[in-house]
Structures are given as C-alpha cells and as structure tokens.
C-alpha cells in the first residue's frame, strides 16, 4: 500500500464530492488526477521494477549490479542492498570514513572506464 498515493486519491476523491460529481465524475476526476490504472494492463511487481531501473537510466545514473547484488554507482556514497533482518531492498550511503571497505575493488575496464590519452 502507498500511502502517498491513497491520500492523493483521497484529496480528489473529497474535491469531487463536494462538487457532488456522480461515481462517473469522481473516475473522471481520478483519471484527470493520473491516479488510475487501465484495467487491462495491471502492473506487475517485475514491470514495476523494470521501472525503477529504467527510473535511474532516465536520470542519467551510470550503475551495475555486483554479483551479491548490490546495486551501485562507481562515484556515489549511495546505493541499494538487501537487509537480511529486514528481509527488504534498502538504500544505503556510504560512510564518509576513509576505514570504510569497499564492496569490492574497482578494476579499470570492468567497473571504470579506461583512459585513453
């Protein structure tokens, strides 16, 4: 459940019953809001994240997935691991301790891009 989403449905749902819209006029005003999905093409939970990778792409985020499964940028502090207690994908930043490991070395070719002068 999202709750953002609920209350923004919530917000339009209020506003159309008090112009008292009909049940049609309040689907029209939750279509009019973006806050319907076509029946006929229910995202899955796998398109859902398709679409937030393709979200990093389309904001330019260079990233790769590490073999554990990390999800990361070469040059961020942040990134997406699984938390095992949680049982759940969570973003992490790194911390600005210089004693903090990395995940794995860097090798140029494989996760840099090599300089050719």
Known sequence: MNAKRINAAAGVILAAQKQRQTAAGVAAALEAAGLL?????PASPWERAVAGLNALVD???VFHVEPDG???A???DEHIE?????RRWVLTHDEDDDDVPLHHSYALGR???EVTP
């Open 37 to 41: 999905q076509s029946p006929e093409s």
């Open 82 to 86: 699984w938390d095992l207690k949680a």
């Open 59 to 61: 904001a330019d985020v």
């Open 74 to 76: 070469p040059f961020s």
């Open 111 to 113: 996760d840099l891009p």
């Open 70 to 72: 990390h999800i990361s």
